[in-house]
């Protein structure tokens, strides 16, 4: 018999829901008796498994392990911790598979699943699949207690810290990275503050989401207060990075990805690096300027994985601040490795963030627009915009969505893949150029009929 999942719990690269209303430890118990037969099915036994510090946890990772010990899977507990020392865990081990219990960055009483299987990512179609697949009940099931913090925390550290000592704010978040980031920071050189490093689920502080600013006002303060040479945030499950320089200014995705890019390419010259669409003419730019190769690649964390993976990237991100190491690291998304490797760049060189920042090209452009849009119809209004572009002979990269090369900079407009909504951004040289691009924008929407308010 089939489980009867609500029916917007299972996303495309994850699964969300409120608890209590569309997530319950019914669906966690479902979930990891379906994830540990498809494992036995390759032929596997192990699955590692992990939690953030979310006041429904304990429940449904209770019930998660539950569901995989009935069907013979043998779980490996790591505890509470960052999405990215679960991934750790599970190539260490040597793990078939993984399972992370998580919210990410959604308010206090969502929750949610990460899984990986075989050291792949598990999106899309295999998600689908969990609703159907028939579970297969087995004897053998074990579970085993087995914290790896202190070995990420040695590996972490083991590439190197820098030669210069810095002076560095961290702000966790209160999210699940807030310990290991507070252990790293007691290790590393310098000067650290930790802000927000107790874990607590009720978020008391403010929302964990680097990407939103408003959510790093206190990181901003403390910085300046401080005169630091960076702050460095974290989301709630720790893969994904927010990064403030010495006078306060956000450095988004894109940017950080740059000045991360600059050493990997002294190591791996003429390598592909990879962004995602939504990423400046700045990166692609700044790439080839530097002997790399600028790969424009579809959002979101599963394809950015695959895609490093088929044509060999030592480097990717995305402007949410997901960065994905192959260089000297594992290939997965992980906030705390990318920090250490940011600070090892600053640590270094004898130019400040700030002046980094400040070498860099500037562009104006808006942040990430979303407009409602329904679900049925919101990969049609792509395709018609599409259509009509080709057919005035526009300059349109399809690769995720439309973007649009103008004279006066580009526009995007792509269709979430876990949401009801429409993205858009716009890029140009000056205000007066973004200004076109915006109406140009308003009015392809306006022609498909969607709202802009």
């Not at 980031?181 to 009720?202: Q, S, Y």
């Not at 306060?248 to 190591?267: F, S, Y």
């Not at 394809?303 to 997965?332: C, N, Q, T």
Request: charged share 25%.
């Amino acid at each position: 018999m089939t489980h009867a999942f609500h029916p917007t719990s299972l996303r495309e690269y994850d699964i969300r829901g409120i608890v209590g209303q569309t997530l319950f430890p019914a669906d966690a118990r479902r979930i990891g008796q379906a994830f540990g037969t498809l494992v036995r099915q390759e032929g596997g036994k192990t699955v590692c498994v992990g939690r953030d510090g979310r006041l429904s946890g304990p429940d449904l990772c209770g019930a998660l392990v539950e569901g995989l010990v009935e069907v013979g899977i043998t779980v490996r507990r790591i505890g509470v911790g960052p999405t990215p020392m679960l991934y750790f865990a599970s190539v260490v081990r040597g793990a078939d598979g993984a399972i992370m219990v998580t919210g990410s960055h959604n308010p206090p009483d969502h929750n949610g699943f990460k899984m990986v299987l075989g050291n792949r990512p598990f999106f899309g179609a295999d998600i689908q699949k969990l609703a159907t697949i028939r579970p297969e009940p087995a004897p053998g099931g074990a579970v085993i207690e087995d914290s790896v913090t202190e070995e990420y925390l040695t590996r972490l550290l083991a590439d190197g810290i820098g030669a210069r000592p810095l002076t560095v704010v961290w702000d966790a978040g209160n999210g699940a990275a807030g310990e290991v980031a507070t252990a790293l920071a007691a290790r590393l050189p310098g000067r650290h503050t930790v802000l927000f490093g107790t874990i607590d689920g009720t978020f008391p502080n403010h929302h964990p989401d680097p990407t939103e600013p408003h959510n790093l006002a206190d990181l901003i303060a403390e910085v300046k207060r401080q005169s630091a040479d960076i702050g460095i945030a974290f989301d709630g499950d720790g893969d994904r990075i927010g990064v403030v320089d010495g006078l306060g200014r956000i450095l988004w995705g894109d940017q950080i990805l740059i000045l991360l890019a600059e050493e990997v390419l002294k190591r791996h010259p003429g390598a592909p690096i990879i962004a995602d669409v939504k990423a400046s003419s700045v990166f692609f730019e700044e790439i080839t300027r530097m002997g790399g190769q600028a790969v424009m690649g579809r959002t979101g964390h599963s394809l950015v994985k695959r895609l490093m993976a088929d044509i060999g990237a030592p480097l990717a991100g995305e402007m949410s601040g997901h960065i994905f190491f192959k260089d000297r690291w594992y290939g997965f998304d992980d906030a705390l490795y990318a920090a250490v490797r940011l600070l090892g760049v600053l640590a270094d060189g004898p130019a400040s963030l700030a002046e980094r920042r400040d070498r860099l090209p500037v562009r104006v452009n808006t942040p990430e627009l979303r407009f409602d849009c329904p679900d049925e119809r919101k990969f049609h209004v792509v395709a018609e915009v599409k259509a009509r572009l080709e057919a005035a002979k526009a300059k349109v990269n399809a690769v995720d969505g439309v973007r649009v090369d103008t004279a006066d900079g580009w526009w995007l407009l792509r269709a979430s893949n876990t949401q009801a909504v429409l993205v858009a951004r716009c890029e140009a040289a000056d205000e007066a150029g973004l200004e076109r691009l915006k109406a140009v924008l308003t009015a392809q929407l306006a022609e498909s009929g969607v709202a802009l308010c």
